[in-house]
Structures are given as structure tokens and as C-alpha cells.
């Protein structure tokens, strides 16, 4: 079975700081795409960023970036100069062979002032 | 851009009442999905239709759950009868094809069941 793990419920930091969120995954597939969807409290549901696990180069959104390692299965998400409007539920996602989203628990993220 | 628009953005109903949640995908996306969201579970993929057809309803939890998609423009997924453990956010979400593409979520509806 294929599994999203990430193994932060919630992570505090302070406004401007650099945060990383972590992301494992479990699959035997080689061909896939990883996704970073961010929550605000609005409950929208909003795509920051994807990863082709065929591209070696990290994806990068502005402020967003990954770090992508295909052979740990590892696809933590890092935002730099965060900001209040950060504060958000993070869940990443993979796509499996059904092309169906299979979700991680969510991390949820505070910037403080 | 419009996105996706799902209406209401709340119900909150009694027991044993119909509830009929509605989805209007983004214009030229021919899939759309169907999401619960709870604390428990997480978000779980309740169904989703590929050009307007079911293609995988596996996620539907039982049978008082169903959903429709008549044409291009427009999904429903109804409750009936309703029960308190269906209280959860329902999304739903639109993608350029089935593949690789990300999915545009609508800002969800709270279904509350009393």
C-alpha cells in the first residue's frame, strides 16, 4: 500500500524565520508526482507546489522550495522568510498509479509575530 | 479565473434529512473529485468522474451516500438519509485530466448533522 507519512502534527516559528516541513512516502512506483497543499484557517485548499520524481532538480515556488531525495522517498517542503500568512495546515500528497491523491495527516504551521 | 465553486458553504441540518452539496468545476477541467475531510481521517476521496463519469466510487461510504456529475459544469453529491458522524467538510476539486495534474479545490461546504 502506498503511504504519505509526515511526522510533524505542528510546528511553531517566528515570522521572517525558515521552517521545513518534513514528508516521506512509501511506494514502488517510479514514475509519480508529489504535491504540497496548504490549508488556511479560511479552509480553502490551495496547491503550492509539485514535484516530478523524474525531474532531479528541486521545485521551487517563490518562497517555496523542496528537497527532494527519490531513494529515501523523502519530499520535505521549505519556506523561506515565512510570513503570518503562512499559517496554515501543510499536507502532502502523492499520486498513484490511479492517478488518485493520497494524503499525509497534514502539518499544522504557526508564524508567530 | 473563477475556480471552483461549491455551494453551500455551510448546512446544518437535522438527522434524517436530504443534503444535496453542489460543484461547479473549473471551466475546461474534465475531472472532478469529491473529498470528506474530517479530524479523524483526514481527507479521504470519496469519488471521482473522469468527462462526467463515475470512474472510481470506491470511497463512497455507504449507500446513502451518492454522487452525479449531468454534465461538464455541475456535480452533486447528496446524503440521505443524514446521520451525525456524515458531519465533515465535503470539497471538491477539478483537474486538467486524471493524470499528473494537480487538483484546484472549491473552498469546501461544513455539513453539520444534528
Redesign the interface.
Known amino acids: 500500500a502506498q503511504t504519505v507519512t509526515q511526522s510533524q502534527p505542528e510546528m511553531s516559528v517566528q515570522e521572517a524565520e525558515t521552517v521545513t516541513l518534513s514528508c516521506t512516502y512509501d511506494t514502488s512506483e517510479n514514475n ?2 508529489l ?1 504540497w ?1 496548504k490549508q488556511p484557517p ?6 503550492v507546489i ?1 514535484q ?1 520524481a523524474y525531474k532531479q532538480q528541486n521545485a521551487t515556488e517563490n518562497r517555496f522550495s523542496v528537497n527532494f531525495q527519490k531513494a529515501a522517498k523523502s519530499f520535505s517542503l521549505k519556506i523561506s522568510d515565512s510570513q503570518l500568512g503562512d499559517t496554515a495546515m501543510y ?1 502532502c500528497a502523492f ?1 498513484d498509479s ?4 493520497i ?1 499525509g ?2 502539518t499544522k504551521l504557526i508564524i508567530k509575530p | 479565473d473563477a475556480g471552483v465553486i461549491q455551494s453551500p458553504r455551510h448546512e446544518v441540518t437535522e438527522m434524517g434529512q436530504e443534503v444535496t452539496l453542489r460543484c461547479k468545476p473549473i471551466s475546461g477541467h474534465n475531472s472532478l ?1 469529491w473529498y470528506r475531510q474530517t479530524m479523524m481521517r ?2 479521504e ?1 470519496l469519488i ?1 468522474f473522469n468527462n462526467n463519469v463515475p470512474i ?1 466510487d470506491s470511497g463512497m461510504p455507504e449507500d446513502r451516500f451518492s454522487a452525479k456529475m449531468p454534465n461538464a459544469s455541475f456535480s452533486t453529491l447528496k446524503i440521505q438519509p443524514s446521520e451525525p458522524r456524515d458531519s465533515a ?1 465535503y ?1 471538491c ?1 477539478s483537474s486538467l485530466g ?3 495534474q ?4 472549491g ?2 461546504t ?1 455539513l453539520s448533522i444534528l
Open positions: 509519480y508526482y504535491f497543499y479560511s479552509r480553502q485548499m490551495i496547491l509539485r516530478e499536507f499520486i490511479n492517478y488518485q491523491l494524503w495527516a497534514g | 473529485f483526514g481527507l476521496l471521482y472510481d467538510v470539497f476539486a486524471v493524470g499528473n494537480p487538483q484546484h479545490f473552498d469546501g461544513r
